[in-house]
């Protein structure tokens, strides 16, 4: 497998748009621990997928908070999605932050098991979990540069961002990264 050598910083993206658009190894679904579909990102990547998804999804037996389960993409353009289950806000003193981090870390487990070259990543339990989006935005950059780091062959990481709002979160929030250790 050939590896690339180029920077972290230019294997990330940040952009605004549908992930169930991105064209991509696989797009990571911000799930529940039932696995079998809900609403905001979890329910657009369900109805765009299609019902093999669920019937798919049904045989995993659910997903604990921190953890991955990798499926087909079915109907959508990507190849596979990773489910992860982020943590619901609970005031921050629930190991929140090591759990949200722990759910980016699962993914990239599974990228590198599944040899995967291409990740997308919704702003995971920014939504109905509703993690502080500033506190989400850094605890996400921080571990996806370094599984980017971690796994050279890894061409793109794309975090898509659904509003102004978290795509604005997340630039500050990568630029705080780059003042903060000089990148
Ligand atoms: N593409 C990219 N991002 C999206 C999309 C989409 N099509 N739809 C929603 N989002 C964004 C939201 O705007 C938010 O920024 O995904 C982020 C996560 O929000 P939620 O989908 O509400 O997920 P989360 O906060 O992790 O809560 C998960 O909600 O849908 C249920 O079953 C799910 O119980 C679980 C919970």
Redesign the pocket.
Known sequence: MTTTQRPWSERLEIVR????CQQVDAIVN???PSLL????????IHRRAGPQLLEECRKLGGCATGEAKITAGYNLPARHVIHTV?PIWKGGDQNEDELLAQCYRSCFALAEKHGLRSLAF??????????PLDLAASIALREIIVGLERLPYLDKVTV????DR?WTCYQQALAAYKERTGT
């Open positions: 748009g549908d992930i169930t911000s799930a529940n579909g809900g609403g905001g990102v979890d329910g657009a982020g919704p702003s995971i339990s920014t939504g109905a979990y509703h993690f898509v961002c659904f509003d978290t």
